[in-house]
């Protein structure tokens, strides 16, 4: 959870009246370190700029053009990665398929 901006401010004021990183850290209750971090930068992050590392683009798309009613686990198997890996990786490229219940993989009926 993050703080309020307005607190934020109100720290950062405090520390410009002359009160001590170590002072406001123990009156507010927070950490030194962040207060540290606040004055370097007031607004929190709203987006994590991180680049797909392990799985490209390009080898998922495949995966799912050639094995389109694959499990994450066993995209993941092929892939080298992990099963949450490769669910992340597959909403970053807006591929959402719900799963076809006539495919081979289903058990058959137990009433037969």
């Known amino acids: 959870m993050t703080y309020s901006l307005d607190f934020r401010k109100q ?3 405090s520390l410009a009246n002359g009160m001590t990183f170590a002072e406001a850290a123990v009156f507010y209750d927070i950490s030194p370190t962040t207060i540290q971090k606040w004055k370097k930068r007031l607004h929190s992050k709203t ?7 392990k799985i490209t683009d390009e080898a998922l798309r495949k995966d799912v053009e050639d094995y389109p009613d694959s499990y994450h686990y066993e995209r993941a198997a092929r892939l080298n990665c992990s099963a949450s890996g490769i669910c992340e990786a597959l909403k970053r490229l807006g591929i959402s398929k719900k799963k076809d219940l006539r495919t081979p993989k289903r058990l058959p009926d137990k009433k037969s």
């Open 11 to 13: 720290v950062l004021k």
């Open 47 to 53: 987006t994590r700029n991180v680049t797909a590392r």
